[in-house]
């Protein structure tokens, strides 16, 4: 069973940055694709980007590209995102998952997930 624990985020002021890392144990991580979603108060879960098994493919949520970048080292089975020029809007709790063998976009169903982590984005 692949367990998925996140760490980082937090509180941070508009225009600043954080960054979260999820390490992944009790699988190949390399056979896994990886991404973040996340879920504001009220608000359904929502695609946040995704990196392939290889790391060499990247996807991201319009309101979110060019702020936000994901990667992996499969050598320390980690997934990092890191969060530039935040916004109060950024605010949620953060998930990362893992899909086996395939890639991850806005709806796909992932085979885990990690425990969730706040961000807070004061203005």
């Known amino acids: 069973q692949v367990q998925l624990v996140e760490s980082g985020g937090g509180l941070v002021q508009a225009g600043g940055s954080l960054s979260f890392s999820c390490a992944a144990s009790?699988?190949?991580?390399?056979?896994?694709?990886a991404g973040w979603f996340r879920q504001a108060p009220g608000k359904e879960r929502e695609f946040v980007g995704s990196i392939s098994r290889s790391g060499g493919y990247t996807n991201y949520a319009d309101s979110v590209k060019g702020r936000f970048t994901i990667s992996r080292d499969n050598a320390k089975a980690t997934v990092y995102l890191q969060m530039n020029s935040l916004e109060p809007g950024d605010t949620a709790v953060y998930y990362c998952a893992g899909r086996r063998l395939a890639l991850i976009g806005p709806t796909s169903r992932c085979d885990y997930w990690g425990q969730g982590t706040q961000v807070t984005v004061s203005s």
């Open positions: 009790g699988g190949t991580f390399s056979d896994y694709a």
